[in-house]
């Protein structure tokens, strides 16, 4: 509805995953193909979302309770760039669903300005526009950019636009919004998905060839580019 009703820039497909239990259908059937068929299912679905979009959407799958099947959770989120945790009863669920939003903003740490849609002011001041930039912390020692803390905002009266504007003032606006809704070229390499995931999420591991850093004794390590050979390390 979104996209259909122009309030979304269709830039990130996200599925959110909540399961409570187990699949019944792997008692009831007794397939051992059953979960098999399910990841497969998945996995055509979201080649037909490419086909219609050109974009595949990262699910993200969240376990409710200490009882509740994990399995079929972690496996999706594994296959398709998204992350898996546990929502237990002392936990916020809130907090644990909002996962999911690290991975969108960490790939879009950017200082660029986002325009707001024109509105009327609560106040009765007239029509508003705001500007938001995003504000993130530093990044770490393995150069995976910092987490998203907030973002820092501007609001201002379309009359005081048009005081430096003119009759350019509509002009200007309209481009002011839609570079807001141009996407940003996401990009998050396997070694940054492990890290967001936190150590109960994380996903098996990967190829050592094919990663962007790698793991050892729980912490990980960026890579060289150019790296010594086996004979050179034992002089």
Known sequence: NNTSNNTSNNCEKVILFLTDGEDNGLKKNKNKNRTADLINQVSTLQDDLELQSDKRARIFSFSIGKLADDAIGRQLSCMHNGSWAQINA??????????????????????????????????????????????????????????????????????????????????????????????????????????????????????????????????????SKQRTTWEVAKE
């Open 90 to 223: 002392q936990d916020d669920p809130l907090t644990v669903l909002n996962m999911f939003l690290k991975f969108i903003a960490v790939a879009r740490n950017t200082s660029r300005i986002y325009w707001s849609e024109e509105y009327e002011d609560a106040s009765g001041l007239g029509k508003m526009i705001t500007a938001v930039t995003p504000v993130y912390s530093p990044r770490n020692d393995i150069n995976i950019p910092g987490a998203l803390i907030g973002v820092a905002g501007h609001d201002m009266l379309v009359e005081e636009i048009k005081q430096l504007a003119g009759d350019k003032t509509s002009s200007l606006i309209q481009q002011l919004q839609q570079s807001s809704k141009e996407c940003d070229q996401v990009t998050i390499n396997s070694c940054m998905q492990q890290v967001l995931r936190g150590q109960e999420g994380e996903c098996p591991d990967i190829s050592y060839q094919s990663a962007a850093c790698t793991k050892f004794n729980d912490k990980y390590y960026q890579k």
